[in-house]
């Protein structure tokens, strides 16, 4: 069955945003500093392989998993000569019957939650396939970033801070296949990861000058020179329109 992104040109989409690719990368690999040893990486959502080279280095087995059989075909062409890696073509509630029980290291999921219904159930299948103490790296859309916060306020809701619950900012309808894009609070995320059986060990603050009127007047080298450092800082504060997180599966 089609996906959505069959229908959708997203590499294309990725060319006039070098920042957010490259703190996306920073992210990753700032992340991976934490994790003592790793063998086996699964990527949930790992279009054409766009962040694979931000943890190929770590790794001696990659498995790249997408629903989208025109993405994961692009994405053969680029890894053509790494026998490392293995391509699921299907999406996040199949896993379980391609990939063995706490069979996986280390999952990264970028950009695909934003998608997802059922955050429980994607918590749990990617539960199932992590080894015990294995680890979790996941982003998501920040509801509660910077710009959302003054926009609300400005409209005269005063409750936005509190309201836990996501917020959905769009669809995107391809062909008759539309995806949710939602938002999530942070306080909800930690939630649904604790219940999981997740313990979050590291926190990140991503694309923190996602701003089209600075990335005129700025560089993109003093862009990520900003963003390198303020990654973590701003990782207290909830502000950033992207949150990365390193869990830990309980063991």
Known sequence: MAAAYD??????????????????????????????????????GAGYGRLTPSYAFRSKKIILSDPSA???SLARKTFADDNRIKYLHLSLDNLPSKISRESIDLV???RVIHHIEDIPEAFKIINRCLKPNAYFILEYANKSHLKAVFEQLLK???TFLLDIFPREVGKITRKKKCLPFKNYHPDDISHELSISGFDIVEKLSVSNIRSSTLKKILSVDVC????KALQKPLSYL??????????????
């Open 7 to 44: 229908t959708y040109d997203y590499p294309s989409y990725w060319l006039d945003r070098e920042y957010e690719h490259k703190s996306e990368e920073f992210a990753i690999k700032t992340l991976l500093l934490d994790i003592p040893k790793i063998k086996t990486v699964l990527e949930v």
């Open 70 to 72: 025109k993405l994961l």
């Open 108 to 110: 990264i999921m970028v």
């Open 156 to 158: 005269g809701d005063s």
């Open 224 to 227: 990520l020179s900003l963003e």
């Open 238 to 251: 909830n502000i950033g329109p992207s949150i990365f997180l390193l869990c830990r599966k309980r063991g």
